[in-house]
């Protein structure tokens, strides 16, 4: 924590060093984030850098009693992302496994599977799973309440793996 | 409760999180949901080997080269290890307590982390040991403790990644090296190395730099990029999916009757092509439990999955539970010694504890020795 505050308070300072660690410590990560919860790996690099680039450019919101860095940068990508889909006119639920361009190698029954799921879904998912927030950091990155992450949680589980099973009885009857 | 009423708990139990007794006792006794606890901590593990993959697409060129390399590994028998980074796999399983319900798992850090695998060559003979640990400027898992216990004397190392500079990593190593203390046993804490000054190193990876300790020589200090933390952390060439002929045990937990009698913490140990390859886990006050690859006298049955063995002995229930596949074999076989004490067999003093679980995978005729050599 105290090395969170540290890094953006230097940023507030406009040290560019203290940027090029944020931006190679997170980016990658916020990245692969951002190509789950968009579908798409140029829209997941755009808004990427969008979001650095305005953390750049106006270093506020950042609080460390609420929240890691990490935490804070996973919701400012998460809302520049919902902007992203709003500026595309569609929800990115219902057309997400038609846009997701995962090359061949990286593809896999439970990536199809994730594709399948709501935005809010795929987030908390590969927030919660990959990215190891907790119950509370993920409150902050999505903004609904504790009780709600866990109950949502649940329910992108469910349906993760509701798919999962359809996808794997299929591919064994194949 | 039943299983519709609990399945949100399920979920957060999966996450680590507290949930209500009258949830436990029905999960902790429920099949169904115990099966559905597995398939979303799988699901998990799907997605951190995504996030790997997806990972690796990323990754810059010079990181990269460092990858895809083979099999220096040399692991040192003798070394102890203080794990301080998580096993990169999952699993494992619940277990209903009389208090409650409990989950062993070993989480992951973040898959997308970038991580630094450290080799150490180490006078006089050149050995070689190896420690994983984060290297993207994280505070958490960057950290890498070990006790080397020489022919001669005691080797104390730790070492930290510093906020790196560019494609280097900054590491601050603390060593000391105590002669004629090869035997001492050795509890770790922090504080042995408060008084031990802090050398700085600026690493390249591939580039070989070195440290000097006093007493005992010039130690080499090589750094790899991974992406990925390894299934195992200290044999980081290891797959998820052990080979034909490994039989594998990482953090070991027993359970009798749904209650825990032995949790033997980090560490591994594996065996890659004894026929007969044996766990041996020290449980005191229990004796040791022997687990084979191969039917033995006096033993029993027992069944494989995945993590997991499971066996009946002497009227009881058993499961052993470990943080990812331990062989491919569907059975072992599995003998209680309730005499056995570690300080009449173990040649090695730190192991030849009585007070202290311990476990070793190595052949079942080294282990039915009547000295047993780590």
């Known amino acids: ?92 639920e219902a057309n997400a496994e038609k846009t997701v361009d995962c090359k061949a190698e990286t593809r896999s029954l439970v990536g199809d599977a994730l594709a399948r799921l709501t935005a809010e ?23 609904i309440p504790v009780g709600t992450v866990r109950s949502r949680l649940f329910a992108a589980r469910e349906a993760l793996r509701t798919i999962w099973h359809g996808e794997r009885n299929t591919e064994g009857e194949e | 409760m039943n299983c519709k009423q609990v ?20 999960i902790g006794g429920c099949k169904t949901c115990r099966k559905q606890l ?14 790997s993959l997806e990972t690796e697409t990323r990754m810059h060129v010079d990181w990269m080269q460092s990858v895809n390399k083979v099999g220096w590994w040399q692991k040192g028998l003798t070394t102890m290890r203080i794990p301080k980074l998580a096993f990169g796999v999952m699993l494992i399983a619940i277990i209903a307590l009389s208090s409650g319900l409990v989950i062993v798992r070993a989480r992951a850090g973040a898959a997308t982390g970038r991580f630094l695998e450290l080799k150490y060559k180490l006078p006089p003979t050149g050995q070689e040991d190896v420690c994983v640990m984060r290297a993207d400027g994280s505070q958490k898992d960057n950290l890498c403790n070990f006790v080397h216990h ?9 070492t930290r990644v510093t906020p790196n500079s560019g494609n280097r990593t900054q590491l601050g190593i603390r060593a000391k090296y105590i002669p004629g203390a090869g035997e001492v046993e050795v509890h770790y804490n922090d504080s042995l190395f408060k008084d031990i000054p802090e050398t700085l190193l600026s690493l390249k990876p591939g580039e070989k730099q070195e440290i000097q300790v006093a007493g005992l020589g010039t130690i080499g200090v090589e750094g790899e990029y991974l992406d990925h933390i390894p299934p195992l952390v200290y044999h980081p060439q290891q797959t998820l999916d052990p080979n034909p002929k490994e039989f594998r045990i990482a953090a070991p937990v027993l359970v009798r009757d749904n209650e825990v009698i032995a949790n033997a913490g980090g560490g591994s ?29 006096g033993s029993v049955q027992g069944n494989v999955h995945l993590g997991q063995i499971a066996f009946s002995l002497e009227g009881h229930d058993y499961l052993l539970l470990t943080s990812m596949p331990i062989t491919v074999s569907e059975h072992v076989w599995v003998k209680h010694e309730p005499d056995f004490k570690a300080s009449e067999h173990m040649v090695r003093q730190s192991e030849a504890r009585d007070d202290q679980p311990m476990f070793l995978v190595r052949s079942l005729r080294k282990l039915q020795q009547e000295r047993i050599e780590h």
């Open chain 1, 1 to 92: 924590m105290t090395d969170d505050r540290e890094l953006w308070d230097r940023l507030c300072r406009r040290d560019a060093t203290a940027f090029e660690e944020l931006y190679r410590t997170y980016s990658g990560g916020l990245q692969v984030f951002l190509r789950r919860a968009l579908g798409s790996h140029q829209a997941a690099e755009d808004v990427t850098q969008e979001t650095f680039a305005s953390i750049w450019r106006h270093p506020n919101g950042f609080d460390p009693a609420r929240g890691t860095l990490p935490s804070y940068l996973f919701g400012a990508g998460r809302k520049r992302a919902a902007e992203w889909w709003r500026q595309q006119e569609r929800p990115g």
């Open chain 1, 121 to 143: 879904q795929r987030s908390l998912l590969w927030l919660r799973e990959v990215e190891g927030q907790t119950y509370t950091e993920l409150a902050a990155i999505m903004e």
């Open chain 2, 7 to 26: 399945g949100e708990y399920i979920s957060a139990l999966c996450d680590g999180e507290r949930i209500p007794r009258d949830a436990a006792e029905h």
């Open chain 2, 38 to 51: 597995n398939e979303y901590a799988a699901i998990g593990s799907e997605l951190r080997r995504l996030a």
């Open chain 2, 150 to 158: 020489g022919r001669d004397g005691l080797l104390l190392m730790n």
């Open chain 2, 269 to 297: 140990s594996i065996d890659t092509g004894s026929p007969d390859a044996t766990l041996m886990l020290y449980v005191p006050s229990e004796g040791r439990y022997l687990l084979s690859a191969v039917p033995f006298e």
